[in-house]
């Protein structure tokens, strides 16, 4: 094992889709509020379209179409534009308000919880999301997810993938002064960023920063 292996301190971690199922989720509430206002809807579509309404919204941000704009927001914002496409599904505002919370309550993968506990038992765990922070305290209070810390993107003020809430992150578990000396750990960093900030795939990426961790 390197000394850059023995030197890891923290780990962050994803949360929509990595930690938590919003997927299976968004489809059992809205199962039940179609019950509740007696009406057929395709909710897996549903579902898939507000998820999908994510990356484009983000976007409008970073190119300055919409102010910095909360996740919470974002999703309002997307929901209110889904709707005109499911107009059997008539809300009231307080109705829309609480099915926009959705993000809050959702559930962990089976192994999110076990695994995060056997993680904590070595390392700080943090959460690292582009969720607000309002909205990730109460997810994880609802989920029992067990992170050491949270932080939200919200904090940088930048969505994930940009570089400014990674370094965000470092800044806040006090990660930014370590110096590695490393060469392998200075050569791989640099190669990950340099792909990173040329916009590789993601793909791409996943299989440098798994090449550097072998």
Known sequence: MGSWQLSIKALT???FGTATDWYSTIVREGD????????????ARFATAWRGGYEPAMGR??????PWTTIDALHRMILDEILQDFPILELSED????????????????????GLLRLKSKYTVAALSNGNMSLL????KYAGIPWD??????????????????????????????EYNDPKYQAAAAAILQ?????????NITSAVRDFLL
């Open 13 to 15: 971690v994803d949360v």
């Open 32 to 43: 039940c509020l179609g019950y509740d206002k007696r009406v057929t809807v395709d909710w």
């Open 61 to 66: 941000v970073r190119r300055g179409e919409l």
């Open 95 to 114: 109705e829309k308000s609480h099915f926009n919370r959705v993000w809050h309550r959702l559930g962990p993968w089976p192994d999110v919880v076990g």
């Open 137 to 140: 305290t109460n997810m994880a």
């Open 149 to 178: 810390c949270i932080l939200s993107a919200e904090l940088a003020r930048h969505y994930k993938p940009d570089r400014e809430v990674y370094e965000m992150a470092a800044r806040r578990l006090t990660m930014a002064q370590i």
């Open 195 to 203: 792909r990173h900030d040329s916009n590789e795939p993601e793909a």
